[in-house]
């Protein structure tokens, strides 16, 4: 039971447009969520994240909404750069109060074309 | 700051071998969370070791087991190894249990004949 899903397994973007990656989950306990960007041969590195109280949240050209109705959290960057090429991870927190377990989509390979 | 270590960072076993893989967070991080990385399934968890004890398990078989020791660097283990175990196994520290930001190993990559 697929809990987090990230339905794009890949997505191509020209450069200087806007990447959106989509992600979908169906446990209403999460409480917290975050996107990891994963280069080949190293481990993910922590991109950005967002409460499950806020709708929005903005880093420079990453930007991560949340819809908690429709269960639908999205990653944009704008403007896509080449060296945003990776496969993008989004995870959701189960937190119990003492132990935390991070529940990862499928991801999706971002390839930024020049 | 040195980032989270995995060692070794390839190997090879046959079918019904024991391995042990080991993670040394980052310097003051307390919190060793593993998971198993396949094609096609993302990342998955495994468990989590706060303070030499697993505060959270993932949906696997007893064949998989960690620890953790009081520095906090932490080993996980599986038994009677099996071909669809063949993944990447990824550790990441984080300062306490709970906490939202984990930072990854580059993982050690399991190849199982």
């Known amino acids: 039971d697929q809990q987090v899903k990230q339905n794009s397994p890949s997505l191509s973007v020209q450069e200087g447009r806007i990447s959106i990656l989509n992600c979908d989950y169906t446990?209403?306990?999460?409480?917290?969520f975050l996107w990891y960007k994963k280069y080949p041969a190293e481990g993910p590195t922590f991109l950005i994240s967002?409460?499950?109280?806020?709708d929005k949240n903005e880093d420079g050209r990453f930007t991560v909404f949340l819809n908690k109705s429709a269960k639908h959290l999205s990653l944009h960057i704008v403007p896509s750069q080449p060296g945003d090429s990776a496969v993008y991870f989004c995870?959701?927190?189960?937190?119990?109060?003492?132990?935390?377990?991070?529940?990862f989509g499928t991801g999706t390979r971002l390839q930024v074309t020049l | 700051k040195a980032g989270v270590t995995q060692t070794p960072r390839y190997l090879i076993k046959t079918r019904g071998q024991q391995v042990t893989l080991s993670c040394s967070p980052i310097?003051?991080?307390?919190?060793v969370s593993w998971y198993q990385q396949t094609p096609g399934q993302g990342l998955q968890f495994l468990f989590e070791?706060?303070?030499?004890?697993?505060?959270n398990k993932g949906n696997f078989p007893g064949r998989f087991s960690g620890r953790q020791f009081s520095n906090s660097r932490s080993e996980m283990n599986v038994s009677t190894l099996e071909l669809g175990d063949s993944a990447l196994y990824l550790c990441?520290?984080?300062?306490?249990?709970?906490?939202?930001?984990?930072?990854f190993g580059p993982g050690t990559r399991l190849t199982v004949l």
């Open positions: 995870a959701a927190r189960d937190y119990t109060g003492t132990a935390s377990k991070l529940t």
């Open positions: 990441a520290s984080s300062l306490s249990a709970g906490n939202n930001e984990q930072f």
């Open positions: 070791y706060f303070s030499e004890t697993q505060r």
């Open positions: 310097s003051g991080h307390r919190s």
């Open positions: 446990n209403s306990m999460f409480d917290y």
């Open positions: 967002i409460s499950s109280i806020k």
